[in-house]
């Protein structure tokens, strides 16, 4: 990827890093505003969080794997000031959000 944005002039490739941190910035913020509703509806309906905890596990993981693919996809792809420009939320910061559901 760095070989095809040295191609770009500088403002292309800006523009293209801060689109890809929008659309990271858009799915974290989404992840955090519906998490809660989507947990608060599970506890009203199965009211059991042992139940809770293991219907929510696999779509937790899947999160995971997903943000922790794009971090191995960054790191190949992208210079580490692209990757501060496109701001992705940390494995850490991403599991602490997550770990609401426990």
């Not at 941190?21 to 969080?49: F, Q």
């Not at 996809?73 to 559901?101: G, R």
């Amino acid at each position: 990827m760095e070989m095809f944005l040295f191609l770009w002039d500088t403002n292309k490739v800006n523009f293209f890093l801060a689109k890809v941190g929008d659309l990271v910035a858009s799915v974290y913020k989404t992840i955090k505003t519906k998490l809660p509703l989507t947990l608060r509806s599970m506890s009203l309906y199965l009211s059991n969080k042992d139940t809770e905890f293991i219907l929510f596990k696999p779509v937790r993981n899947n999160i995971q794997q997903v943000f922790q693919k794009f971090h191995v996809l960054l790191k190949e792809e992208f210079s580490p000031e692209d990757i501060q420009i496109i701001a992705c939320p940390s494995m850490e910061q991403l599991n602490l959000l997550l770990s609401v559901s426990k």
